[in-house]
């Protein structure tokens, strides 16, 4: 953690708020002896089918299977613009987590995967370690597609398995089945790309 040095006494003074809040608030009070790391969430908004339960800015497509079936590169254009212009709030800051959510990311194609993180790679500078986790729908759920979204540089998955159980998946709306969840949990990808630890 970063500490936080004050520039001016917390007490106040002539001119300076009261109550140390709004002390704080004020332009040149704080001094921080690094830019602090961040942390970047990128939302891909389409999903095969919008469920009951969710509030998440997500739009069905109907059909969808696959990057064909959305506007990925005029998303994928609108994402890198809204970076660019956003450089100068977080100029050299080091980028230690992405999270990639949606939706259902899994929609995206390898190549499109591979633009984005290649995107952020370009105008952020991203920690050689970093955790870069994507959100799948086991209804989406390809190994081949999933080892191309690997090779892009995704190093953990954020599964959607709200149940095993084909009846509650149902009623929730899912697009998969109990085997299907079984079967995303159980892929070799997920298996040598995470560990335990006792």
């Known amino acids: 953690m970063i500490p936080i040095v004050p520039l001016a006494s917390t007490g106040a003074s002539a001119g300076a708020p009261a109550d140390t809040k709004s002390l704080w608030l004020q332009p040149g009070q704080l001094a921080l002896p690094g830019s602090p790391p961040l942390s970047l969430y990128v939302h891909i908004p389409w999903c095969v089918r919008k469920c009951p339960y969710c509030d998440f800015n997500s739009h069905a497509v109907p059909g969808a299977v696959d990057s064909h079936d959305i506007p990925e590169d005029a998303y994928l254009d609108a994402l ?76 953990r998955l954020s599964i959607g398995i709200q149940s095993f159980n084909d009846r509650h998946l149902a009623a929730l709306g899912r697009i998969h089945g109990g085997a299907e969840a079984r079967a995303a949990s159980a892929s070799r990808w997920i298996t040598s790309t995470t560990s335990t630890s006792t």
């Open 80 to 155: 890198r613009a809204d970076l660019e212009q956003s450089l100068p709030l977080v100029w050299g800051r080091p980028v230690h987590t992405i999270f990639i959510g949606g939706g259902t990311p899994s929609l995206l194609s390898a190549a499109g995967m591979d633009r984005l993180l290649s995107d952020i790679r370009a105008l952020l500078p991203l920690d050689a370690d970093a955790e870069i986790t994507m959100e799948a729908n086991p209804g989406t759920f390809e190994a081949e597609r999933f080892a191309s979204y690997r090779a892009s540089g995704i190093n």
